[in-house]
């Protein structure tokens, strides 16, 4: 089971705001805070009503326009999210344990045999716990790119010691995961485009009789 407060943790970070309010003076805005999540901290947003001649009018357009403001932060809105985006700050965490969910349905649903779900339920795993592990892990699914895929890739046959066959079929389980990211609007595009498998030229042959109770250990490898 994947841990989930890391990931409460960081989408109350990118919800969090102060309620707008009017400053008057030369200039007249409305203003309040927002957290950025690209920037890691929060900004403030400030809109402009000096465009509204009388003093009168200015006040009560902007107590209306604050009151919709505050509904919309209440809803979750975040100005510095854009609205096409906006899935793309979900906690790495929280889509990794959705799509965990979603293996899981799909094997019970007998889309996906045994050996599969297995498969897939321990890649994901592994990657989640390696993130954790490293000095700056990624904490929104957007900060899943390239880099992090090759990195992991390396990690699994360098650092690991895992033969190319078992490297390429994390390949294969990062494609399967890509593919979802992007069906579900959390990212663009795949973004192991352009990362080729290391080749059967290069895998040992293993000739080793593997019983069924023994699986579940090996995928965890």
């Known amino acids: ?19 707008p309010k009017l400053y008057v003076g030369k200039r ?22 000096n465009f509204i001649e009388k003093a009168a009018d200015r006040r009560r357009y902007a107590n209306e326009l604050c009151k919709r403001i505050s509904r919309k932060l209440d809803e979750g809105w975040n100005p510095w999210i854009e609205a096409e985006n906006s899935r793309a700050y979900h906690t790495f965490t929280e889509v990794c344990e959705k799509y965990r969910r979603f293996i899981e349905k799909m094997f019970a ?24 592990s490293r000095k700056v892990p990624i904490t929104y699914i957007y900060q899943f790119d ?33 593919s979802y990211l992007v069906q579900n609007s959390y990212l663009k595009e795949r973004l192991t485009e352009g990362i080729s498998v290391l080749g059967k030229r290069l895998y040992r042959k293993l000739q080793i009789a593997i019983l069924d109770g023994d699986i579940i250990c090996l995928y965890d490898y």
């Open 1 to 19: 089971m994947l841990s989930k407060k890391k990931g409460q943790t960081a989408l109350k970070e990118i919800i969090s705001y102060t309620y």
């Open 28 to 49: 007249w805005y409305i203003g309040f805070y927002a957290f950025d999540p690209v920037a890691g901290k929060m900004r403030i947003k400030t809109i402009k009503i």
């Open 109 to 132: 649903d007998g889309n996906y045999r045994e050996e599969t779900y297995v498969g897939y339920a321990s890649y994901l795993r592994n990657m989640v716990k390696w993130n954790g």
């Open 146 to 178: 390239r880099l992090f895929v090759s990195e992991f890739l390396d990690y699994v046959y360098i650092d690991r010691e895992n033969i190319a066959r078992t490297r390429d079929n994390y390949l294969t389980f990062l494609r399967v995961f890509s």
